[in-house]
């Protein structure tokens, strides 16, 4: 890729319009595979492009730093992280350059760690297992007056086909969502649950008449469908959360509404936060009644319900293909891109003082995520193979 040279010097000096500063991010994370002698001059010009790119940065994150001891924060305001192109993945090399007519950088290919997609596992009441992503579109399967039928874009349908009769046993499935997976489930009422990665949902074919209860593990987002029984009242919906770390379970009760329930089994408690309608959430010692904007949690060191106003961008953050983080512990931020991105972490040093904020996509490479938070200046990390090791600057 051939650049001139006054684009560049307007891009050094702050005047390159969107276009030209397109060109110039373009041809500093141009990638080639040949080998050549390292231009000092060309390499000296891209370190003055690299600290151009660290500046832009420094004006589109939000950071928030809370320091032990004198409790100081420093706050920096930033606005557009996410619309910047980092070509990251790579570990230039760079070489003559097409703009002085001769080749190109060179960099060297390290592999890439994607972000997940619709994929999960769905295991029928007779114990066989299907894997949705592989699986063809169309009938899967059919049992109790329901057939299953799976979608492309990532979701399964349970459809009444005929009329159940009062005596049919429930008949259950359960649907698991892997590390770096997500999938969605219309179940036979009509309501649809999105699932988060590393999660999984368990409900019956058809439901019983008077009865509708499901179990959750991981994170779902619900939208209940109304039901009438034969009495014309309404049935409620009962999502019933497991392997939360919790001493029991808990149960959210709705009639038809929007929510979202959080109950990973790493994360320090469970977060019920409702959209629409009305729901209840209730435990052995407990209850609390939400409406719409609300949060209830219930934290693992305390047997009580705490309700607050929910910051709901931030909770549908998943569903909406991207992380949200609002001063958010580097520690919380991680657990997130675990799940995600299928890796580990490892921690050097003391990180808990790190509080971040940032509104990243869930799609692309790892690294485009890594390299923005890196250039706050307040966390290192070097990725080796699937595993993340953070450390302070």
Do not use: C
């Not at 799976?150 to 008949?171: C, F, I, L, N």
């Not at 052995?284 to 693992?300: D, F, I, M, R, V």
């Not at 799940?339 to 485009?368: C, M, P, Q, T």
């Amino acid at each position: 890729m051939s650049l001139p040279i006054h684009i560049i010097e307007k891009y050094l000096r702050g005047e390159a319009n969107e276009q030209e500063t397109r060109l110039v991010d373009d041809w500093f994370y141009t990638v080639q595979t040949e080998e050549d002698t390292v231009d000092e001059a060309l390499v000296a010009l891209r370190k003055q492009i690299g600290r151009r790119i660290h500046d832009r940065l420094d004006q589109s994150i939000d950071l928030a730093i809370a320091q032990r001891g004198n409790q100081r924060r420093k706050m920096l305001k930033f606005a557009a992280a996410v619309t910047i192109a980092l070509g990251v993945g790579m570990y230039f090399l760079v070489q003559r350059s097409g703009m002085f007519g001769h080749k190109q950088p060179v960099a060297a290919k390290v592999e890439k760690v994607r972000g997940g997609n619709n994929k999960a596992t769905l295991i029928l009441a007779n114990g066989a297992a299907i894997e949705l992503d592989s699986a063809a579109d169309g009938p899967i399967d059919s049992k109790n007056g329901v057939q299953i039928i799976k979608s492309e874009d990532g979701s399964v349908a349970y459809v009444p086909t005929q009329q159940r009769t009062p005596q049919s046993a429930a008949v259950w499935n359960t649907i698991i969502t892997p590390r770096s997976g997500q999938y969605s489930v219309t179940l036979s009422d009509g309501t649809k649950v999105w699932l988060n990665a590393a999660s999984s949902l368990r409900y019956p074919v058809s439901f019983r008449e008077g009865s509708r209860e499901v179990e959750l593990s991981g994170e779902g987002y619900f939208e209940v469908a109304t039901a009438m029984s034969e009495q014309g009242s309404k049935i409620p919906f009962i999502v019933s959360v497991r392997n939360t770390g919790l001493s029991g379970d808990m149960k959210v009760k709705v009639l038809g509404t929007k929510f979202n329930v959080m109950a990973y089994s790493d994360e320090a408690g469970i977060e019920t936060t409702l959209l629409e309608g009305k729901v209840e959430t209730a435990n052995a010692n407990s209850k609390a009644s939400l409406t719409p904007g609300l949060q209830s949690t219930l934290e693992k060191t305390r047997p009580e319900f705490k309700v607050s106003k929910a910051d709901i961008q931030r909770v549908l953050a998943w569903k909406n293909g991207e992380f949200r983080f609002n001063r958010m512990d580097i520690k919380g931020i991680m657990r997130q891109i675990v799940r995600w991105y299928d890796v580990s972490v490892e921690y050097r040093g003391n990180v808990d003082h790190i509080y971040l904020s940032g509104v990243f996509a869930r799609k692309g490479d790892i690294r485009e995520m890594l390299d923005i938070l890196e250039a706050t200046g307040t966390v290192h990390y070097q990725l080796e193979g699937n595993k993340i090791i953070v450390s302070t600057k």
